[in-house]
């Protein structure tokens, strides 16, 4: 069994019968390895596969969805969900099971004081900014400038991990598609057959991934070779980029600033913003990037009592808004016309006075 801490806050542990382990996001970079660790943490996800999910105990309520007092089955995923105790829950799965893995653990945080954010942050002398924002604005592109060029040390550029008085990091790997090419050009020409190049290409193939997955999740397996296959991206572990020098323990929370592509125009704006219109957009798009199509079993979860409702929302907005309110909230309003380059170096021109 494999035994691993994420921020010595969750531990998550696969069994043997599991055979994807290597598709998983904990195998990243985002989760240390080691039994000491893994008896730190304060809530616990394990993840078993079967052949078949049963669901003999359970009602149907539609759409695919099973409950009892005790268990959740999510039969378009092929997960049963069940809860063990005070913070422990098990996955048992059919197939590879990311999306509900990431799900639960952000539930738990929750239970913890903590939750994900969908942003990028970068820290500098133990002082943290916070880039929370929409998928496909230039988070990558900002922190690599950031990090390579400038000093700064990475938390992580998708999901990062807050509570009110600190932001831990979650080195989650970072998706490089083909207009990332100038970025990274050393990864490219090692991988140079792995990735489809022409970007007309590469949206068509985006158009068709719900499809696709919809498809592949029939046949247990064929979804995770399709991932670690994937012709329009690649997922590559921050450890892989940066030196262990340029990657951050964390540090306390100082500046937020909402990263924004506009299309009408030309014009590049950096405002004040009050902490609230900061705290709707940035849960808004954090619920969005984290639950998904899955928000209904979301839902379906608190239901039954597996979690709770309020310790939920409520609780992950009370979170970032404690955590948001004694600093000051920024948007930076890029148009879509910059490309993707030279976002980094405005956003850095931005913030060096803050």
Known sequence: MIKASINNLIGVSVDESYPWVDTLFIKSGVATFNIEDYEKCKAYVSIEKKN??????????????????????????????????????????TQECNEWLIICVQLLLLQLDCTFIH?????????????????????????????????????????????????????????????HKNLFPEIFERNKRRVVANLKLSNLLSKMIPTVKRVLRHTPGLLAFARKHNPQSMRVSPRDIFKNEQLSTGGVLKRIVWLERTVDGNLISFSEKNVETIVSKTISVSIIEIFADRLPCVFALCGVGIFDYKNIYLKMYNIIESAYKNNLCYELDIPTSVSIEQVGDLVLKNISNL
């Open 52 to 93: 078949s999910i049963n669901t003999s105990d359970c009602r149907d309520i539609g759409d695919g969805m099973f409950i009892s007092n005790s268990c959740f089955v999510d039969i378009k995923y092929g997960v049963r969900i069940e809860k063990k105790g005070p913070n422990k829950i098990t996955l048992i799965v």
């Open 119 to 179: 942003g990028a942050a970068l820290e500098k002398n133990g002082e943290v900014i916070l880039l929370p924002s929409w998928g496909g604005v230039g988070k990558t592109a900002t922190v690599m400038h950031m990090v390579s060029d400038n000093c700064w040390r990475l938390l992580g550029d998708d999901l990062i991990v807050i509570r009110k008085d600190k932001v831990l990091p979650f080195l989650k790997p970072f998706v490089i598609y083909p207009y």
